[in-house]
Nanobody, 120 residues
Framework: QVQLVESGGGLVQAGGSLRLSCAASGLTFGYYAMGWYHQAPGKERELVAAITSGGNTYYADSVKGRFTISRDNAKSTVYLLMNSLKPEDTAVYFC??????????????WGQGTQVTVSS
């Protein structure tokens, strides 16, 4: 059974930083592309960042230069370092796993989400 378990969310002031972690189990982690999505109240879930099994990365324009995605295959964990946080970054953040193609649109697996709240 595949499990993706996020941690590291919380409340932070604007300009602050958080690091999210997602621990994966039940899958061959190194074969999968990993992504972080977020969903704000009343809005659709959207891709924030992704990293392929080979280490290639993608970032949404809204987070470029502020967020960094990375992975540790030995620990089956993907991270999202979020710097210079803004109130508009407030959302539930979801970890996702999929192929190098579908991780961008319809990943195979999802975590349960972790809340990030940025106060102004």
């Amino acid at each position: 059974q595949v499990q993706l378990v996020e941690s590291g969310g919380g409340l932070v002031q604007a300009g602050g930083s958080l690091r999210l972690s997602c621990a994966a189990s039940g899958l061959t982690f190194g074969y999968y592309a990993m992504g972080w999505y977020h969903q704000a109240p009343g809005k659709e879930r959207e891709l924030v960042a992704a990293i392929t099994s080979g280490g290639n990365t993608y970032y949404a324009d809204s987070v470029k230069g502020r967020f960094t995605i990375s992975r540790d295959n030995a620990k089956s964990t993907v991270y999202l370092l979020m710097n210079s946080l803004k109130p508009e970054d407030t959302a539930v953040y979801f970890c996702a796993a999929g192929s190098k193609v579908d991780v961008y649109t319809a990943p195979h697996y999802w975590g349960q989400g972790t809340q990030v709240t940025v106060s102004s």
